[in-house]
């Protein structure tokens, strides 16, 4: 099956600070969405994303299907934004892989 | 409801016994996932429906697995003779339809085999 991999797995970050995720993924892909857990447990859909640029208020992200990678970028980061990152993908249907996702702790 | 309403919230069951696990998922949702979270790891596909049949259920551990979606709503997530590598969060998901939607999580139930 596909694989993925988040970079970096942890990353502290001081309040309004900048941070860029990483997803690389093994093939190629019809579908792909962020997400963030936050420490509750909740998974709040960012983006869905299989190509492109997408922006969202602070958030924003970029999907390079041909290189196989996507990029959620973060600006001026605040403590609620403290949590689990995901990155989910699909090949050739629904069945969306995730990623063992990256752990941001953004310090006041 | 505005969202993807999971209960109970929490569960603990001894060795042994059977739990249901209830997903109520976004009205109009044709898709509806139930994914598996073990502790520290992503979440894992368990079994997939639209409306109500059960399109995918790959991802079932076992046959103490099943799950239905009787009415193409609210769906019930069924664990017979709970043993204790089934402690987990057990996660529902809707989306309004096909594989390019973006997916809406519930809150989890968090189940607990002691």
């Known amino acids: 099956g596909i694989q993925v991999e988040q970079s970096p797995p942890d990353l502290i970050l001081q309040e309004g600070a900048n941070s860029t995720l990483r997803c690389n993924f093994s093939d190629s892909v019809n579908n792909l969405q962020w997400f963030h857990q936050n420490p509750w447990g909740q998974l709040i859909n960012l983006f869905y994303?299989?190509?492109g640029t997408k922006q969202n208020g602070r958030l924003s992200a970029t999907t390079v299907a041909t290189e196989r990678y996507s990029l959620l970028y973060i600006s001026s980061s605040q403590t609620t934004d403290s949590g689990v990152y995901f990155c989910a993908v699909a090949s050739s249907n629904y069945k969306l892989t995730f990623g063992k996702g990256t752990l941001l702790t953004v310090n006041p | 409801g505005a969202g993807v309403s999971q209960s109970p919230r929490y569960k603990v069951a001894k060795r042994g016994q059977d739990v249901a696990l209830r997903c109520d998922p976004i009205s109009g949702h044709v898709s509806l996932f139930w994914y598996q979270q073990a502790l520290g790891q992503g979440p894992e596909f368990l079994t997939y429906f639209q409306n109500e049949a059960q399109l995918d259920k790959s991802g079932l551990p076992s046959d103490r697995f099943f799950a239905e979606r009787p009415e193409g709503s609210v769906s019930t997530l069924k664990i017979q003779r709970t043993q204790q590598e089934d402690s987990a969060v057990y996660l529902c998901?809707?989306?309004?339809?096909?594989?390019?939607?973006?997916?809406?999580f519930g809150n989890g139930t968090r189940l607990t085999v002691t």
């Open positions: 994303i299989p190509s």
């Open positions: 998901a809707s989306s309004l339809g096909g594989y390019n939607s973006p997916l809406h």
